[in-house]
């Protein structure tokens, strides 16, 4: 059984490496969403400002303008939007993660494009796409 003495150790650890954490990571320190061009902007501790387009996100595609606006920042690391019951990790998104694994897979390969919508439309004349040979 660990004493009180090796609790109060690990603590004190776990303290220091979160005082090490904010101040070698940069933070979000401000958000907010620009209706003209449909982003969120995030504002970092070391001056960098990150902005996406809100409809990547998982849980702000369809949002009105007004719910979107409402975003909090949480830790310095997580954004909030209370309305819509969304939270989204700033590092995620700075990696291009705009929300979980099955809400990214879904959305891969969704891209439109006259090219793609063609080369479709001609496979679909040759009967669909070809079968897998093992």
Same mark, same amino acid.
């Given at each position: ?6 609790? &109060? ?5 776990? +303290? &220091? ?20 061009? *449909? ?21 702000? &595609?369809?949002?009105?303008? &007004?719910?979107?606006?409402?975003? @909090? ?8 939007? @209370? ?19 099955? +809400? ?22 040759? *009967? ?7």
């Amino acid at each position: 059984m660990r004493s009180d003495h090796d609790i &109060e150790k690990q603590i004190d650890a776990a +303290y &220091e490496r979160g005082r090490i954490r904010r101040e070698t990571v940069p933070q979000a320190v401000a958000a907010g969403y620009d209706a003209a061009s *449909g982003r969120v902007t995030i504002e970092l501790s070391n001056g960098v400002r990150f902005e996406f387009p809100a409809a990547l996100a998982q849980g702000l &595609e369809g949002a009105m303008a &007004e719910q979107l606006a409402q975003v @909090e920042i949480m830790g310095g690391y997580g954004l909030h939007w @209370e309305a819509l019951d969304v939270d989204l990790l700033v590092p995620e998104l700075m990696a291009g993660l705009f929300g979980s694994r099955a +809400y990214m897979a879904a959305r891969a390969g969704r891209q439109v494009s006259p090219a793609k919508a063609a080369a479709a439309r001609r496979n679909g004349t040759k *009967g669909g796409r070809p079968r897998k040979v093992a």
